[in-house]
């Protein structure tokens, strides 16, 4: 099968933007209802020994790495972007998603998580855990006969061979990682 074409790089760089920028929408979205409920004596807060700011920054920090190269291996080898409008011409099994199918939703949940955790807010933790169940239950349904229809038999060899969302502990990186990719 010959790959289709790359999407026009101005629009691909133009959802790109929008998709950073519901990222962060989202991400002020969560403080802002956090905010809100703590100053009505609503909120739901801790506090890990002053540390919390320290362990939520390097986390939401790893989090946005993960999702940032997950954006540029889709964008420069998928040829595409997240959205499904401009999506990916073809299957990217290197860099992050040789690790898990779904590094980027992996890397926004650890960055939203970050955001909780740096916030000392049981809320914004809570929310991300409703949001992100939600969030995979659709992409394990809709996503993936997606790209099982797009890709067929090479997508769900990949399937087989690699996590959904969880990375597999283990020391060597998995058999099927390009080294000159991502």
Do not use: K
């Not at 061979?161 to 060597?172: H, N, S």
Request: net charge positive; charged share 15%; proline share 7%.
């Amino acid at each position: 099968m010959t790959p289709a074409p790359p999407h026009p790089i101005r629009r691909r760089l133009a959802v790109i933007a929008l998709f950073f920028a519901g990222l962060a929408g989202l991400a002020g979205l969560e403080v802002i209802i956090d905010r809100l409920l703590r100053g009505l004596g609503a909120g739901c807060t801790f506090d890990l020994w002053g540390l919390h700011p320290v362990i939520g920054a390097g986390q939401a920090l790893a989090g946005l790495g993960l999702v940032i190269w997950s954006v540029w291996v889709q964008y420069s080898q998928g040829r595409g972007t997240p959205a499904p409008l401009v999506a990916t011409r073809q299957l990217v099994t290197t860099g992050p998603y040789a690790w898990c199918r779904n590094p980027m939703t992996l890397g926004a949940l650890i960055f939203y998580l970050g955001l909780g955790f740096g916030l000392g807010s049981g809320l914004v933790i809570a929310l991300t855990g409703i949001i992100f169940t939600g969030l995979l239950r659709y992409i394990a349904v809709h996503e993936t006969r997606e790209l099982a229809q797009r890709f067929g038999e090479d997508y769900r060899a990949y399937c087989r061979r690699t996590p959904f969302v969880i990375p597999r502990c283990r020391l060597d990186p998995p058999s099927h990682i390009d080294e000159d990719a991502g």
